[in-house]
């Protein structure tokens, strides 16, 4: 049946519908044995077993000719051959499916086969609840006995990381991602973020401080209030705010968020058009979560990530308040070191450099020399310690020798997982002090700069995901593929 399957050729939009069927009927089959084993322990039969896999997407270029030559950085074939991937959820990934597979089948007359795979589905990944597991008293490891578990030994970014060796014979990755890494990664962002996975946009913006929530959660609410596109505001632990509710039950519904139990709390602003909502995610302080959140965010294949935070300002001429346009990055937050090491630069995106720069100018409404005088860009420093202050000694050469301009722990960890992980990326932050000049970051002074600054900042955030928006496209930079990428993007 498998090998049947695999031989049709589907358009692209039949081929995601029957994804779609498979996925659901593997993931329908799977939790009624669970149901049934939490209710008689009657495990699944083998036969019952070999249905709880996900399905193969395979797509076949054979080149005719010269290979046609394709200034878009995605949806690309290497060479000719067989590409294949296992997909889950495919009903979300709809529109990323079709984009896809219409551009291969238009510019390289590839063809589409679907079919199940022999990857089984680890049964957590179907349980929606997190008490699923105390069913009955049930523990893991009884299901383990029974049931696909998840397998560290499965799961990795070997593709992604240049490091795959494909086996004689077999087909070439399709995509950065198949369907048990992007499942492993799906939990974490519930876990995490406080919200079901689905509600991620592919719009994204980073921060390192909750008063940048608050100014987002008001800015969403006026927005939905005008009656434009947005339709919904998802808060970490399934709070919804819509436009039709009044002020005091958009205040209660804030109010009892339970933001506090997440570690990196996520806020999504949703569009009446299902695609180019936004949201924002508050990292926390260190490339340690930067690292962690991104990772999992990456599975989604958003169309960009910004960071905005703050930054301690390293010139003189720097005053509380400006603003850091990052184009170089000197890593000293460590924890990418053996995946993407400093010594490979990490590139500004022009797209995006242009866009947070012409977004400054229009919400500041300076321009020319004020502009400059507010915005400067430059180098980045990205630290692992908070105190590196303590190390100066050791640190002032390599600060000199880069050229610095401003030194924070999550921006250059973000930029490097971008350039890693394929998402465009950018980072503007706002000086909160500046530690070379006797400006320290006191309880006094931090809170009249962020009641000033921080409206301001998230605005030029948001402005910038707008602009983007017009010219998608135009945003996914050659710069992020490698020699060897798979034709998704």
């Not at 049964?123 to 397998?151: I, S």
């Not at 990381?161 to 519930?190: C, H, M, T």
Request: charged share 20%.
């Amino acid at each position: 049946m498998k090998e049947q399957n695999q031989q049709q050729t589907l358009t692209p939009e039949a081929a995601v519908e029957r994804l779609i069927t498979m996925h659901a009927d593997a993931t329908a089959a799977l939790r009624q044995a669970l149901e049934a084993y939490f209710k008689d322990r009657v495990p699944p039969a083998a036969t019952a077993r070999a249905r709880f896999c996900y399905p193969e997407l395979r797509v076949t270029y054979e080149a005719h000719g010269i290979q046609p030559t394709i200034s878009r950085a995605y949806a690309k074939f290497q060479g000719p051959g067989v590409y294949a991937t296992t997909i889950t959820h495919p009903a979300h990934f709809r529109r990323y499916l079709i984009e896809q597979l219409t551009y291969l089948v238009k510019d390289y007359n590839a063809t589409i086969a679907v079919g199940p795979s022999k990857q089984e589905i680890p049964y957590p990944y179907v349980l929606d609840k997190g008490d699923d597991l105390g069913a009955g008293g049930l523990l893991a490891a009884e299901l383990a006995l029974h049931f696909p578990t998840p397998q560290l030994s499965l799961v990795g970014d070997e593709i992604a990381d240049g490091i795959w060796v494909n086996p004689p014979g077999e087909p070439l990755p399709l995509s950065l991602f198949d369907a048990v890494r992007v499942d492993y990664s799906l939990k974490r962002l519930q876990h995490y973020t406080g919200n079901h996975w689905d509600k991620t946009q592919p719009w994204i913006l980073l921060t390192n401080y909750h008063r940048y929530v608050d100014q987002f959660v008001q800015w969403g609410r006026k927005r939905m209030q005008e009656g434009g596109p947005w339709n919904a505001l998802h808060l970490p632990g399934g709070g919804v705010l819509t436009p039709e509710d009044s002020d005091e039950a958009a205040e209660h519904t804030i109010g009892n968020s339970p933001w506090h139990r997440f570690q990196m709390p996520a806020y999504h602003l949703t569009r009446k058009d299902g695609e180019g909502g936004i949201t924002l995610v508050n990292v926390g302080v260190g490339p340690s979560n930067a690292k962690t959140m991104t990772d999992h965010l990456a599975v989604l294949r958003p169309h960009c990530w910004l960071m905005i935070g703050h930054c301690g300002g390293l010139r003189q001429s720097q005053r509380i308040g400006d603003y850091v346009l990052a184009h170089g990055y000197l890593r000293e937050d460590r924890i990418l070191d053996s995946i993407v090491p400093p010594s490979i630069p990490i590139p500004a995106l022009a797209e995006i450099q242009v866009a947070l720069q012409g977004a400054a100018a229009a919400i500041t409404g300076e321009s020319g020399e004020d502009l400059k005088q507010r915005l400067r860009t430059g180098t980045v420093v990205t630290y692992d310690d908070r105190n590196w202050e303590l190390r100066w000694s050791q640190e002032r050469r390599p600060i000199n020798l880069s050229r610095a301009i401003a030194v924070d722990m999550e921006s250059g960890t973000v930029a490097a997982q971008g350039y890693r992980l394929r998402v465009p990326y950018g980072t503007l932050l706002c000086v909160s002090d500046k530690p070379l000049h006797g400006e320290i970051k006191l309880p006094g002074a931090a809170n009249a700069f962020y009641d000033r600054a921080v409206g301001e900042h998230l605005l030029i955030g948001l402005e910038t995901l707008e602009r983007l928006r017009r010219d998608r496209k135009g945003l996914h930079s050659r710069k992020l593929r490698s020699f060897d990428e798979p034709p998704f993007r």
